[in-house]
């Protein structure tokens, strides 16, 4: 049975642009999260820790060697933002 030669063309265009749109996705989730890969399964605690590197560093995934905490971080809780039931 001959092979249909003229059917390659598509299927390696089909196939090249699920590759360039896979590696797109890819390099803008780690843009996003200052070159470091993505995080998956993040429970409460994890949430907590993103929320506390954001008010030290601005962005969630920004960690500082510090030790001292910046002017204002003991007020900048979330906890002073959410109503009580």
């Known amino acids: 049975m001959p092979v249909p030669w003229e059917a390659l063309i598509p299927f390696g265009l089909v196939t090249s642009m699920f590759a360039a749109a896979g590696t797109l996705l890819n390099i803008s989730k780690r843009a996003q999260n200052q070159g470091k890969p993505p995080r998956y399964h993040i429970d409460a605690w994890e949430e907590m ?14 960690q500082t060697s510090n030790p001292t905490a910046p002017e204002g971080f003991e007020t900048s809780s979330v906890w002073y933002t959410e109503k009580a039931f």
Do not use: A, I
């Open 49 to 62: 820790m993103m929320g506390r590197d954001k008010r030290l560093t601005g962005h969630q995934r920004g």
